[in-house]
């Protein structure tokens, strides 16, 4: 049997594979003129700063991943949770390899294709953080997951009875019972918000259904408290602490009645928002059960220059003992683009739109300014400088009057919401705090 969290050879063999890919110059990011496989990038010598890449470019500075990794193996330590980080968010096996080297539980995906990508690249351990609906989804299910990989212990969610009657006769469908039932967590939900049962009584039925279904195993129970982005932060802090509490009774309950697959039962919740109290809420264990807490963070690893920046200010607030745990999360992706048109007073342009960077959440925040030829490194830059909007290829820039910028000038942006942002790249570039290119990571949207 192999590692039941990941085949470290495996997917060391497939991200061989992968970076082998030949470069054929139609990769945004990457120069047209290289050739040979994405491997080769790293070892061009490219730097951003010396002009030797395409603009827009996406960027991952090494030295805030390391940062980031470090924080979240502290936090682990400190509370005892394990974590499952979601995929989805860069979709990038090879970072998926760098929280699998640090200790993660197992991989979160969004839907079966994702998992079944994840799980090519030697995961083994998959919480698929949605409901399974769609033939050719719940094929995949069974045929490409479960069937495939005898040694893949995958989890997915069911907030209906009518959910979970379609998997069970999916299976029985295919003429036999099989020897590992597909394991499943009831999702918790709240009223207006996302998918999940709503209240605790409908989350209990539910259960009991699951549990009286041979094709299904009920292994634990789930939910996604980052539903409440209509209200004020300290509402949505309320409310979302009281949603992971939601799980941790109903797991108790279930368990006093026996409904549970054999085997640890799992309790996961924890976006990038409030994996904190997810963690605390989680940790209580059931007598004579061994209980797994499982947080599924996905952007810690990346983090952001604004809306999760504010977030984790906000936890720090809510649990000062967590800065002990050394610097915190700091932002490693950045989007750079030119300055490529000054038309009008007050206004410029920057070559990075919206098939560029994130729009969803907020705008893109200029953070870096670089002249070629008179910095040495980036410098900050000068106020009165925003993005009013976006276009599919042009940003549009607030400037003062006059302009600092010269056209040519190079400019960093830092994101809202790095998930809308990596879906727009297939390959991001690595780079080291002088901006020169050590990798090509490749993402799988």
């Excluded at 995961?123 to 609906?133: D, E, G, K, S």
């Excluded at 560029?356 to 000068?382: K, N």
């Amino acid at each position: 049997m192999k590692n039941p969290t990941y085949d470290a050879d495996e997917m060391e063999r497939r991200l061989t594979a992968d970076a082998m890919a030949p470069l054929d110059g139609t990769t945004k990011g990457i120069p047209s003129r290289l050739s040979g496989n994405f491997d080769d990038v790293g070892r061009q010598e490219l730097s951003l700063l010396d002009g030797d890449l395409p603009f827009p470019v996406a960027v991952l500075r090494q030295s805030a991943l390391d940062q980031n990794r470090a924080w979240m193996r502290s936090f682990l330590a400190s509370t005892g949770v394990k974590i499952a980080p979601h995929g989805k968010t860069p979709m990038a096996p090879a970072l998926a390899q760098m929280q699998m080297q640090d200790g993660a539980w197992g991989i979160t995906a969004a839907t079966a294709q994702q998992a079944a990508i994840f799980a090519a690249f030697g995961i083994r351990r998959i919480i698929l953080a949605n409901q399974v609906v769609g033939a050719e989804n719940i094929r995949v299910v069974i045929e490409d997951l479960l069937e495939k990989y005898e040694d893949l212990e995958l989890s997915c969610l069911v907030d209906s009875a009518s959910g979970a009657q379609l998997l069970a006769d999916a299976i029985r469908s295919r003429g036999v019972i099989p020897h590992r039932p597909l394991r499943v967590l009831i999702e918790v939900g709240a009223v207006g918000g996302r998918t999940g049962a709503r209240g605790a009584e409908a989350a209990l039925s539910l259960a009991r259904f699951v549990a009286s279904l041979p094709e299904l195993a009920l292994s634990g129970v789930e939910a996604y408290e980052g539903v409440f982005g209509d209200h004020s932060p300290d509402a949505r802090t309320a409310l979302a602490r009281n949603m992971v509490e939601e799980v941790a009774a109903l797991a108790h309950v279930a368990a006093a009645e026996g409904l549970f697959a054999d085997g640890p039962i799992v309790v996961t919740a924890g976006g990038t928002e409030f994996f904190d109290l997810a963690a605390r809420a989680l940790s209580a264990g059931i007598a004579g059960r061994e209980v797994v807490p499982v947080i599924r963070s996905g952007c810690y690893l990346t983090h952001d220059h604004l809306s999760f920046a504010r977030m984790f200010e906000r936890m720090l607030d809510r649990d000062p003992s967590l800065s002990k745990l050394g610097p915190g999360l700091t932002p490693a992706l950045e989007v750079w683009a030119a300055v490529q048109s000054q038309p009008e007073p007050g206004l410029a342009f920057a070559t990075m739109g919206k098939r560029d960077v994130s729009y969803d959440v907020e705008m893109p925040v200029p953070t870096h300014w670089f002249r070629p030829g008179r910095d040495q490194a980036p410098i900050a830059v000068p106020e009165g400088v925003s993005v009013l909007r976006l276009n599919d290829q042009h940003a549009f820039l607030r400037v003062p009057d006059p302009s600092p910028f010269e056209l040519g000038d190079l400019l960093g942006f830092g994101v809202s919401h790095v998930c809308t942002t990596f879906d727009k790249w297939r390959s991001v570039l690595l780079v080291d705090d002088q901006y020169r290119v050590t990798r090509a990571i490749r993402t799988y949207f």
